[in-house]
């Protein structure tokens, strides 16, 4: 009898600690959702890893962090789904990396109306200055963390400006040159388009496009693109601008395929500072890049919906500065 005692004693202590450990134990568990536009992406790879690698940094015994996070495939209706998703299963805040800009609109009233923080990340949404517009200045839980692509692209300019030869590196007078363009819908794109070439003309240098092709970030394209612009204009093109380095990435192998050599008759130019191209301006096969700091813009994006999370109020916009990276810079 004594043992049928214990026994049952036994069982109900095990019972009584498995009930304690399925409790929360004090834990306070945040759902987060993140909609990346697309995996297949150098610079949001980065990105999306450090967002989930710093969120687990920022647990503690009382805190965690249950992370979903979804690939739209450069998709829109496919993110579209993915944020009604992410409403059904009412998760805490919301971050989100769009697939269309021009599409910010619709995701926002979903995500407003289901009264869940948003934090827009590194693709600003177009109408976003128009403060009738009610998709961030009007909504007290909706912000848009990113860097200014004005400066990148003025970054970019101001590199070619300060060589030797302002980028005429065929000494006749022009610098002429070809642009390979992300997406064109993307403020972006259009700013890193429009900025680079603007810093060479506002210094009073003359400049002669050749090509305007969009790229749509991806590398195989932007070395396509490049391809065929160096076989159709040969020596007469100075330089290559990629609004990104996977664009830059691709445009390099096509410059070393038509036997061209950076630095010495043609320069080339991206955005991003990913890892490979910061080595190929050490080795003098790429002419420059620009810092876009995945680092600074995901710890802030997350320390951002954490001060949403705890019910703090939130700005509406918060910039990230880019640094340039050329010779000098990685030299230092």
Known sequence: MKKLIALALAIVMVFGLVACGAGDGGVKTYKVGVAIYQYNDNFMTLYRQEIESYFKSLETDTVKYEISMVDGKNDMGEQTAQIETFITQQMDVII????????????????????????????????????????IVNNDKVCYVGADARQSGTFQGE??????????????????????????????????TEYSIKALTDAGIAVEELVNQVGNWDQTKGQEI???????????????????????????????????????????LGVD????????????????????????????????????????????????????????????
Not at 99 to 127: C, F, H, M, Y
Not at 163 to 183: A, C, E, F, H, R
Request: with cysteine.
């Open 96 to 135: 989100l990396n769009l697939v269309q800009t021009s599409s910010a609109e619709v995701l926002i009233d979903k995500v407003v109306a289901a009264d869940i923080p948003l934090v827009l990340i590194n693709r600003e949404p177009l109408g976003e200055t128009d403060e009738s517009y009610p998709g």
């Open 159 to 192: 590199i070619v400006r300060d060589l030797p030869d302002q980028g005429d590196i065929n000494g006749d007078g022009v610098v002429k040159y070809v642009m390979i363009q992300g997406d064109p819908e993307n403020p972006d794109a259009q700013y890193r």
């Open 226 to 268: 490049a391809a065929s612009a160096l076989t159709q204009y040969g020596e007469e093109i100075d330089v290559i601008f990629c609004n990104n380095d996977g664009m830059a990435l691709g445009a390099a192998a096509a410059i070393e395929a038509a036997g061209r050599k950076v630095g010495e008759d043609i320069y080339l």
């Open 273 to 332: 500072a990913l890892d490979e191209c910061v080595e190929k301006i050490k080795n003098g096969t790429m002419t420059g890049t620009v810092l876009n700091d995945h680092i600074g813009q995901s710890h802030k994006a997350v320390d951002v919906a954490i001060q949403a999370l705890n019910g703090e109020a939130i700005e509406d916009y918060y910039w990230v500065d880019y640094v340039k990276v050329d010779a000098e810079y990685v030299n230092q």
